[in-house]
């Protein structure tokens, strides 16, 4: 397992931007695709964007295309999404998950952090 620790969440206004970051622990950091999942209040996690090893290969979710972008630095262990043109329907907890195998958009056998909150007010 792989501990992942994110950060950067808050409390914004529509039509901002926020920025989250997520750092690992493993020094094999460059070999896990990583990706982030939300999970909206009452609702399953679901998939927002992953990366791949190199940070060449990216996959977005309809729903964020455009206004998120997810990039990564190996140097420093982290992986990072932006996040531009924020609304309401965006608030959810944040999660950033590593795996060696994503199929499509699943993550398999995954390592998650704990979340970070990101709510967005009207």
């Known amino acids: 397992q792989v501990q992942l620790v994110e950060s950067g969440g808050g409390l914004v206004q529509a039509g901002d931007s926020l920025t989250l970051s997520c750092v690992s622990s493993?020094?094999?950091?460059?070999?896990?695709?990583m990706g982030w999942v939300l999970q909206a209040p009452g609702k399953e996690r679901e998939f927002v964007a992953k990366?791949?090893?190199?940070?060449?290969?990216?996959e977005y979710a309809d729903s964020v295309k455009g206004r998120f972008t997810i990039s990564r630095d190996n140097a420093k262990n982290t992986v990072y999404l932006q996040m531009h043109g924020l609304t309401p329907e965006d608030t959810a907890v944040y999660f950033c998950?590593?795996?060696?195998?994503?199929?499509?958009?699943?993550?398999?056998?995954?390592?998650w952090g704990r979340g970070t909150q990101v709510t967005v007010s009207s």
């Open positions: 998950v590593a795996s060696t195998t994503v199929v499509g958009q699943r993550f398999l056998s995954p390592s």
């Open positions: 493993t020094q094999l950091f460059s070999s896990y695709a």
């Open positions: 990366i791949g090893m190199s940070g060449s290969s990216k």
